[in-house]
């Protein structure tokens, strides 16, 4: 275990939330998306900063990941 593999947990995290906004579509207000997904992102880095133990902190950064990719790809969508 080592940074690669913390590297890969933030790719899958980001993997499985651009799959998780596609199949959303417009079922979801993306306001609450930007709200919730932002707001998920700082709790994700912040649980990451303080883990002491690797399987947390490969949680924190999957669900980092994940919530970036909905955050970034919800902006990107609004400013076109």
Not at 2 to 10: E, K, Q, R, W, Y
Not at 12 to 32: E, I, S
Not at 49 to 66: K, Q, T, W
Not at 71 to 77: D, E, K, P, Q
């Given at each position: 275990?080592?940074?690669?593999?913390?590297?890969?947990?933030?790719?899958?995290?980001?993997?499985?939330?651009?799959?998780?906004?596609?199949?959303?579509?417009?079922?979801?207000?993306?306001?609450?998306?930007?709200?919730?997904?932002?707001?998920?992102?700082?709790?994700?880095?912040?649980?990451?900063s303080?883990?002491?133990?690797?399987?947390v902190?490969?949680?924190?950064?999957?669900?980092?990941?994940?919530?970036?990719?909905?955050?970034?790809?919800?902006?990107?969508?609004?400013?076109?």
């Amino acid at each position: 275990p080592g940074l690669g593999t913390l590297m890969a947990a933030t790719g899958l995290g980001a993997l499985v939330g651009g799959v998780a906004l596609a199949t959303m579509g417009d079922r979801v207000p993306r306001g609450r998306i930007l709200a919730v997904s932002g707001i998920a992102f700082c709790a994700c880095v912040l649980a990451f900063s303080v883990a002491r133990s690797f399987p947390v902190a490969l949680a924190a950064l999957a669900m980092a990941g994940f919530t970036l990719v909905l955050h970034n790809s919800t902006v990107n969508a609004l400013l076109q």
